[in-house]
């Protein structure tokens, strides 16, 4: 088992910024690769950005390309998320996910999830 635990959100006004971290526990970190999603009430969710377990390979969604950077530090079994210039539209529940296949968080599917931290852009 790999266990999430996501940080950081909160309300922010629009065109401020916010970082995400998510803290894994259990088993090795940096043998996974780490996404993060979103999903905003009534929208399916979303991957927003993904990271090979080597931090040599990214994936953004062109919502967030150019404005969030996924970063991580096996050393501390964290993921982050750097969110800037945000929107009110950016407003969801993010949840960090891990799986050992960047693919198939690219699918959207992940073996493990987290609960998930409140994001709100205020206009």
């Known amino acids: 088992q790999l266990q999430l635990v996501e940080s950081g959100g909160g309300l922010v006004q629009a065109g401020g910024s916010l970082r995400l971290s998510c803290s894994a526990s259990g088993r090795t970190f940096s043998m996974y690769a780490m996404g993060w999603f979103r999903q905003a009430p009534g929208k399916e969710r979303e991957l927003l950005a993904a990271?090979?377990?080597?931090?040599?390979?990214?994936y953004y969604a062109d919502s967030v390309k150019g404005r969030f950077t996924i970063s991580r530090d096996n050393a501390k079994n964290t993921v982050y998320l750097q969110m800037n210039s945000l929107k009110p539209e950016d407003t969801a529940v993010y949840y960090c996910?891990?799986?050992?296949?960047?693919?198939?968080?690219?699918?959207?599917?992940?073996?493990?999830w987290g609960q998930g931290t409140q994001v709100t852009v205020s206009s």
């Open positions: 996910a891990a799986d050992l296949g960047l693919a198939s968080l690219r699918l959207g599917s992940a073996t493990y």
């Open positions: 990271m090979h377990w080597s931090g040599g390979s990214t």
